[in-house]
């Protein structure tokens, strides 16, 4: 099993910037098997959708939407994933959910976070 703490999320102005961090947690043979580490968002009304997504050897994938406003970063030592947002938009507004995929098709949820960006 695996356990995803997220924090970061808040109010912030359009063009602002936040950072969420997550930290997994759990058994160790659950904890090395991961490999791929990300963010999803669910905004009211709509299904979740990918944010970013970063693998174990650090390549990393972006949902249109968010490619040049967003990076992804990893600490594998720590198994802690980060998600840096600039030049944020209304239109980010929605829950932020970590996720950590490992071998044998397990996926892993965090609890949400919310973030909320004014105009």
């Known amino acids: 099993q695996v356990q995803l703490v997220e924090s970061g999320g808040g109010l912030v102005q359009a063009g602002g910037s936040l950072r969420l961090p997550c930290a997994a947690s759990g058994s160790i043979f659950s904890i090395n098997r991961i490999n791929v580490m990300g963010w999803y968002r669910q905004a009211p009304g709509k299904q979740r959708e990918l944010v970013a997504t970063i693998a174990s050897n650090g390549s990393t994938n972006y949902a249109d939407s968010v490619r040049g406003r967003v990076t992804i970063s990893r600490d594998n030592a720590k198994n802690t994933v980060a998600l840096q947002m600039n030049s944020l938009k209304p239109e980010d507004t929605a829950v932020y959910y970590c996720?950590?995929?490992?071998?044998?098709?397990?996926?892993?949820w965090g609890q949400g976070t919310q973030v909320t960006v004014s105009s």
């Open positions: 996720n950590v995929k490992r071998n044998l098709g397990y996926s892993y």
